[in-house]
């Protein structure tokens, strides 16, 4: 997500322009809906990912066992050991990929509370203390970049950024 500011360069309260960012996202219904589509596609992505990476590993783990059993009595100690100990990693990674995807299921926003939650940004906004305000930015905000000769800003948010807010924010 980026917002821009242009013309001549002023001063800027970048807090204040990030702050604005989000205000305009509430109530723009259309920038809204993009946004929430941006963060369930990264979700979505995130879980195709893991879920590529499980399917992979289910595989690895089928032939392991298979190598294992026909190894039983033929290979050395060392061996068996080595392949068991291969099975554990898979068996383990395995387990913090559904733990992670089960965090990832969580995590997509649900329309109507991820409308809300930026509904309530603005009120809850002015109630933070200057530590609490830096954080949320620093949630927000992946980038900011300056072209001096254009006289430009670029603020690129975190999808993510905007996801665990609107998750804070809802609950």
């Known amino acids: 997500m980026l917002a821009r500011a242009a013309g001549p360069m002023q001063p800027i309260d970048l807090a204040a322009f990030i702050v604005g960012q989000i205000r305009h996202i509430a109530k723009n219904q259309a920038l809204m809906a ?42 050395s100690p060392a061996r068996l050991a080595d392949i068991q100990d291969r099975l554990r990693m898979a068996d383990r990674r395995m387990t913090e990929i559904d733990d992670e995807l089960a965090r990832l299921e969580r995590r997509m926003p649900a329309d109507r509370e991820f409308e809300s939650a930026f509904k309530l940004f603005d009120p809850l906004w002015e109630t933070l203390a200057p530590q609490e305000q830096a954080r949320v930015i620093e949630l927000l905000v992946k980038r900011v970049d300056y072209d001096g000769q254009k006289g430009k800003v670029v603020v690129t948010f975190h999808d993510s950024g905007l996801a665990k807010l609107a998750e804070s924010l809802a609950s």
């Open 34 to 75: 993009e946004t929430l589509r941006r963060v369930k596609d990264e979700v979505r992505g995130a879980a195709k990912t893991l879920e590529d990476e499980r399917s992979e590993l289910a595989g690895e783990v089928q032939r392991l066992n298979r190598e294992l059993k026909n190894a039983a009595g033929r290979e």
